[in-house]
Each structure stands twice: as structure tokens, then as C-alpha cells.
């Protein structure tokens, strides 16, 4: 069935049609043609017409006019729409006229590389065109420096295997004429800030060898194209965007779960439902794409489909994401792409522009967390012009009920701004010492667009660090260790874990992963996941990388708790109104995760808990925080909003009392007032409902003798804390909407006594990002439609108090109190 005729059976579904918030139809669209230009060599032109090209785009043929005019070059083109074409063509034409030019392609994954060399190979099967990056055999990599016309590779083996060991390069230095940077809207935040500061030492080793570049850009369509273009290479860019290529009729659904308790606001599983798809286009017979927002994510999908599909399916449902080892990945891309291998479960590693063959559908198991990312995993399906279904599947959490509510903004808005900050202090020290290591400074050196004073500056703080020797004018590296090997473009931390399994006789290296992921992902006594087996962790060295891992067969898998403390905080930015006050500042902040919970399979139901003892990390950033006045927080507790109903503390209640009561002397432990059963109550520390199991509530290290006054006092508390951490939930959901950034670019912490405001409730959002990009000076700007946002949210939710699309599940430890949240953020305007 194609599928445009099983659209139209879901259509006759009436839970599917009710449920379906969007239903975008994008018409199919011919092609812009325009002739092959004047001068191309007729061998390129005789592979063309073998793979069928007998014209090029308009955007190909224009993106060719301008690289051949020596400009530097951007392609914001859609996806699939032959961009890989616009820098082949000008790039080959110019090593067959002149055989000691040579280019560089640098490509984000290693999966990319991989289907790029083929696309290189059929245009022109006798340039030396060859991957070099750290599956490259050592033995191959002296032949490679020596050979090498096009060498492609990614920017992490250009920053630690290529520039600092630049004179064994000499010679393709020397001819260096290309530099090509693919997909590079993916360069940003902390990545791209540190690709940028590779760009300039690269630019810097050029130079030396008396090589100036020229540099052809593609990406995917974002809001800041020739900014971020701009930013990345330091040098003006021309832009192509007039896209000329042709594409089938494109569905774009966004389907919201239905709710099975409208008091709670709690909706059917987006895992669940998109594995209920996924099996409808398998079993009708449609490759499909399942995206997945996290590696837990993923191998969770990936049970599921295994144990309801029938068994001689799992050999054709396979996982993809980061972790997997080469050989694996390999597997995986050609089964996926020769049709063996019928779905695929993946996070962002496969978003990128590989050619997925006859892909029809992509389903999206959560919003990816950007316009851009959403649209570019969109254009996976339908690359051969047939066409296609992409569908989103909301979550329960907040940032996707408002987009399920509010469609316009994925189908109408403009794509995000991809930010970087090449002169971030933090990145910027890290990649002057790699450039002092590969070249010495003169006084006179620059460095990028860096101020020729702040230049000298850093270069002092090194020689005061003993890493520079400082002579005649000149800055020497004289530090022992190697400056690359320390630094990890992708990550805050440069380490790689190991994970081994342990299976007796010898162990097995199954993946790895960043040393930043380590404490969340494997602490001691996590459930690992992996191609849907379960592992346990039994023990994690992050001094020497390697995590050890034992197979288990257990009912339950884990989810990590983390804290964050404020260490230090200065203010750069403050203004005070009569119920709050927001300020701006640095912040240092303490991160560690302190423990776990072990959620049950199926059922979603904690059943348990334990504790994590790993060092702390810490995070010196930016953030924009938002006080409660004592106006304001006295009008909340005078109007006493608190609609939850009586608890049912179970039929041993009584007794537990007793027990209680009787260990605490019938005294009240906060003001020491004596009484009996009739005049003291016994409260619960962690609130009642925060817990989905009775005899955790209950356990005696929970409860505590008060009187009556202190009671009420504690029960205030509560219902502020509730309500505060409410509004915190729904401003944080939606704080990387209003910045147009993803998720995990900011982070958010509430506190009913912060150090941030001299002991008053607190509200902080703060940039993920060490050194901060200036995110949260964003929301500190629009502060005013930030906070209208989440009144309108809330406001417009039909729970009764709290859920998960709004201030956050009732269960849920802090959240709750849909009227406190509601009433706190209605006292912030």
C-alpha cells in the first residue's frame, strides 16, 4: 500500500483523526534546471549522465558560478536536495586542471564520511580521494599524508591526529586549496564554538605552509545561515537558498496521545505509540525510521518492538545511535540502505545527510528539541522524490503538549539561530595552547578576529601558567603534555569510557561513551542498555575510562537523579519590581548525581531506590533568575490555594501514628510543644503524594511529630515549594522555545530559599554551556513574554492540577498545585 492510500485508511479512524493535531501537505514540486556550465570537463560530465544527471539544479549550477569565482560559500538548501553536488563539481574540476590541488572535506560523523566517499568515487573513480579518521588503520595513515587529493575526515581527528602534527602533512598543506564543512548547522553551542577555533588554527597552519583557503559550506535550513557561516570561518560568505531541486508530496502529522485520566492530565506513552505505528508501517511493509530523543530512549523502542513483533522480524529491527561499535554501525547503514533491515531506532547519529534508499516514513518519538532538527529528520524519508510521511509524536511534556496545541510553530516559524562563541574564555584558552603547541606566537601573530591586547593577554597567562616560554618576541610551547590530547571538541570533559561485559572467561567491549555522560548513564548500579539486552553496572573507573558491565535479565531499568548547588553567584544585570526582582549574572555551579530510581518495566512504576557516590562536576556559565518578593509570597500563602484532595495514608495509619508519636516523646519537633494523639499530627517530610508507593511515604525516616501551628506552617511550605517548582516547570519547558534552542542548552533549578536572593524563593534558568553563549540573557530581555507564555499555557490546560503538559505531574516530587503555580506566575506580570 503506498502511502498516500494508508494515510487515507487512518484517516477513517476516528481516534487517529481526533488525536492528529496537524496534518501538513506539502505538494510535490518539479525541478529547476539549468545546464551544465561552460569549461566542465567532459569526463565529470560523462559519470554524471551515467548516474543519471543529465542537468544540474539552478542552486548547483549557481553555488558552481560563485566557488568559481573565488567566493567562500554557503548552501541553505532543503534536505535531499543535492547540495553534496554543489562542492563536488568545482572541487573536482579544479585537481583534474591542476593535479597538486588538493581539498579537505570535513564531515560531523564518521557515518557521513563513509556515504560521502562513494558520492566522490562515482563522479571521478581515479582522485585519491580517502577517509582518514580513528578507524583509519595505523599502518595505511603514512601512504594517506603522502597520496591524499581529497581527504576527508571530521573535525575532531583535524583538532588531536592532523594540526598538531602538521609537518608530516607538509605536502598536502602546501596544495591545500578546499576546505568543504558539511552539514554545518550542526556546529553549534559548545561544538561549534570549539569547530570554530579548529577553523582558525587550520587557517593559522595554512598560512605557514603558504596555502589561503577557500571554503564552501552546506547546511540545513536554519534562521542565520551566513552569520553562522560568518562566525565559523571569519571570512564573508555569498549565500545560495533558492532551492532548484524537485521533491514528492511530503505529510507532516503531529499526533498527540490520548489522555486515559483527564483529572491528572496523563496521556498515553509516546514510546508506546510510536512503537504502535512503527509495527502498522512494518507490517504493511514500509522501511521506516523511528527517532528517538536519548540512548535510553532508543534501546527501550527497541525491547519493545523485539518482544511484540514476530521473531523472525528482529533480525530486520535494529538500534543506531552513539556507542555502537564500527563494525556495528557499518552493518547497520548497509542493511538499512540494500532494504534487509526494514526499521531502524536512532537518535540524532543518523539525522544527518546519509542516503536512506527508499525510505517512505520517519516517526519522531518526542520534539527533537529544535526546528531545524525536526525538519532535518523530516527529510529522511521520501530523498527519491516518492512520497512521504513524517509524523511527530508528542510526549506528555510540556514543550510538546504546546507545540501539539500550538502546530504553527514547527509549520510557519522560521528555524532556530544556530549560536556559537569562538571567543569563549574557557574554548578559547583551551585552543591557544593547541595553537602555540603547533606554531609558536609572535608578537605580531593574530589570531582569528581575537584582539591583538587580548591575544597578548592569554599568551602572558600562559607563560605564568609555565606553559609558554616567553623570548625575543616569540611564545614557545614548553609544557609537556600533548595540548589536543586534552581536549574534547564534542564534550566539557576529554575522557572516553569503555564499557566491558563480563562474561566469565573474558570480557566483551561493547561501546562507549563521553566521561561526561558517565555519571548519569553508567554510575555504579545502573541498568545499561544496549541492541535491547539489559547490563548491569558493577563498577565505574573514570580515572582509567573503563565501566564494567554484567548481563542481567531484571524487570525494572533506572533513571538517574541529579543535583545542582550554587557555589558562587555575581550579578551583572538587576531589575526590582514590587512582587520581583530578575537579574542576570555568572554563576558557578556544583552537578553530581546522588542517586537513582528503579522504574518497572511496562508499568512505569518506581519501585525502588539507591544512592550514587561519584565526584561532582562543575559548571561556571550564565543565568537569568527570577526572585519572589515578600509581597508577593505573602499573598500566596494568605489566599491558601491548595485544591489537593485528603490523603489516604492506609489501614496501619493509626498505629504508624502511635509508633511516631510515642518515639518523639509526644513532643513537636520543630517548637517542642508537649500534647497527646488528639492535640499533635504527624507529617510527612517528602509530601505524601510525591510517592507512588505506600510503604516508601510511610517509612519512619519520613515522618515527624509537630503541633497543629507548626503543621499548618510546614503544609504552607509545601504548597508554596509545589507551586513554585510548578512555575519552574513550565517556565523551563518553555525557555528554549522563546531562545530558539535545544533543550539541553539550558538547565533550570528552583529553590524556596536561594542564595541568589538572600534567602527568598528563586527561579534560576541557566546556559548548559560552560562560559554560557547568552541564552538566558535572552530570556532575561523578554522576560515579560516569557512569563505571558506560561500563564497561557497553564491556563489553557484541561487538568485539574498539574500534569505533565503544564507544571509538572502531582506525583512528581515539587510539582503539583496547578492553582499556586498559576497564581505565582499571574503575580510575576
Known sequence: MEIDDLLLAWQEDAEFTRNTTCWNVTPSKAADFAPFPPGLPTKLIQNLEVQGVQ??????????????????????????????????????????????????????????????????????????????????PTHQRSEI?????????????????????????????????????????????????????????????????????????????IGNPVELATKLIESPVALVEQDGSPHGKRHFLIYNPPLYDEQLGLRTSSIQTGIHFARRMMLDGHQTLIFARTRRSVEMILTYLYDTMPTEWRAKIRGYRSGYLKNDRREIETGFKTGSIK??????????????????????????????????????????????????????????QYLANHPEYLTEKSPENALIDPNNASILLQHLQCAAFELPFSAQDHYGSLPENLLKAYLEVMVEAGWLHAQDGKYYWIADQYAAGNISLRSTTSSIISLKVDNGAQSQLIGEIDAASAAWLVHPEAIYLHEAESYEVKSLDLEHGLCDLVPVDYDYYTIPERNTTIEAFNPRQQEVYSRYSKTFGDLNLRQEVSGYRKVRWQTGETIGHGEVHLPPSFLETKGCWLALEPALVDTLRAENLWTAGANNYGSGWAALKRQILMRDGYRCRACGTSGDESTLHVHHIQPFKTFENLELANRPSNLVTL?????????????????????????????????????????????????????????????????GLGLSE?????????????IEMVAECPCQDGCPACVGPIGEEGHGGKKEALALLEGLV
Open 55 to 136: 542537468q544540474l539544479y539552478s542552486h548547483q549550477a549557481e553555488a558552481y558560478r560563485l566557488i568559481e569565482a573565488g567566493k567562500h560559500v554557503v548552501i541553505a538548501t532543503g534536505t535531499a536536495s543535492g547540495k553534496t553536488l554543489c562542492y563536488n563539481l568545482p572541487v573536482l574540476q579544479a585537481l583534474l586542471q591542476e593535479p597538486s590541488a588538493q581539498a579537505l572535506y570535513l564531515f560531523p560523523t564518521k557515518a557521513l564520511a563513509q556515504d560521502q566517499l562513494k558520492n566522490v568515487r562515482a563522479l571521478n573513480p581515479t582522485v585519491k580521494a580517502i577517509i582518514y579518521d580513528g578507524d583509519t
Open 145 to 221: 599524508r603522502k597520496h591524499a587529493a581529497i581527504l576527508i575526515t571530521n573535525p575532531d581527528m583535524l583538532h588531536q591526529g592532523i594540526l598538531p602534527h602538521h609537518t608530516l602533512w607538509h605536502q598536502f598543506f602546501r596544495g591545500l586549496r578546499y576546505v568543504v564543512i558539511d552539514e554545518m548547522h550542526t556546529y553549534r553551542g559548545v561544538f561549534g564554538s570549539h569547530v570554530a577555533n579548529v577553523i582558525r588554527r587550520l587557517k593559522r597552519i595554512a598560512a605557514f605552509y603558504g596555502a589561503y583557503l577557500q571554503f564552501i559550506l552546506t547546511s540545513a535550513t
Open 343 to 400: 526499521t531502524v531506532v536512532a537518535t540524532s547519529a543518523l539525522e544527518l545527510g546519509i542516503d536512506i534508499g527508499d525510505l517512505e516514513s520517519v516517526i519522531m518519538v518526542g520534539y527533537p528539541g529544535s526546528i531545524a532538527t525536526t525538519r532535518q529528520r523530516a527529510g529522511r524519508a521520501g530523498r527519491k522524490q516518492q512520497a512521504s510521511l513524517a509524523m511527530l509524536i508528542a510526549s506528555s511534556e510540556a514543550m510538546d
Open 707 to 771: 503541633c497543629p501551628a507548626c503543621h499548618h506552617l510546614a503544609e504552607q511550605n509545601v504548597r508554596l515549594r509545589s507551586g513554585l517548582a510548578g512555575a519552574a516547570y513550565a517556565l523551563g519547558n518553555l525557555a528554549p522555545l522563546m531562545v530558539m534552542c535545544d533543550r539541553e542548552d539550558l538547565g533550570m533549578l528552583s529553590e524556596p530559599r536561594s542564595v541568589l536572593a538572600e534567602g527568598k524563593p528563586a527561579i534560576l534558568i541557566y546556559d548548559s554551556i560552560p562560559g
Open 778 to 790: 535572552h530570556l532575561y530581555e523578554q522576560h515579560a513574554l516569557w512569563i505571558s507564555r506560561a
